[in-house]
């Protein structure tokens, strides 16, 4: 692999916004969902720079970003629809999980969200990509998610 032709790491990133308040456990599993969702709206790898890496027995570990990705944590589902706002207004890219996603089949969800209005809908998270800086300058007062 030529590394001279990466982009610098420090230019792109993805980060991640989770809601305290929700069990860790439904939080991983709406980070997992965010996460797949946002590669796929994005749908240029290219871009998001995945790499595989080969250990010395010739195993590959395919798909790792280049980018970091950051995972922060909110007080609640206000501060993380707040950032969510902001990325609409930017254009910036994103996916976010709600508590209408976590009951019953697709359909139930998709239903039980479309029968929820944005304004009482429960955060448990959001995932961006985007440029390094201005993905600071709204997301730079969270802290690491621990």
Same mark, same amino acid.
């Given at each position: 692999m ?5 982009p610098?790491e420090?230019?792109? !990133? ?7 308040k ?17 590669? #796929?709206?994005? #749908? *240029?790898?290219?871009?998001m ?7 010395? *027995? #010739?195993?590959?570990?395919p798909?790792i970003s ?7 944590t ?9 950032? !969510? ?10 996916? *976010? ?11 139930q969800?998709v ?5 929820t209005?944005e304004?009482?809908l429960?955060?448990? #998270? ?21």
């Amino acid at each position: 692999m030529d590394f001279t032709t990466l982009p610098d790491e420090k230019d792109y !990133r993805f980060a991640a916004i989770l809601n305290k308040k929700i069990e860790v456990g439904k939080l991983m599993n709406a980070l997992g969902h965010m996460t797949a969702g946002l590669s #796929g709206k994005v #749908g *240029d790898a290219e871009k998001m720079v995945f790499l595989d890496y080969v250990d010395k *027995d #010739g195993g590959t570990h395919p798909a790792i970003s280049h980018f970091p990705f950051i995972v922060l944590t909110a007080d609640n589902s206000n501060m993380i629809r707040t950032i !969510r706002n902001e990325a609409l207004v930017r254009g910036i890219p994103f996916t *976010d999980f709600t508590s209408t996603m976590t009951v019953g089949t697709s359909q139930q969800q998709v239903e039980a969200t479309a029968t929820t209005a944005e304004s009482n809908l429960e955060y448990f #998270g959001i995932v961006l990509f985007g440029g390094t800086q201005e993905l600071k300058e709204f997301t730079g007062k969270f802290s690491l998610f621990r």
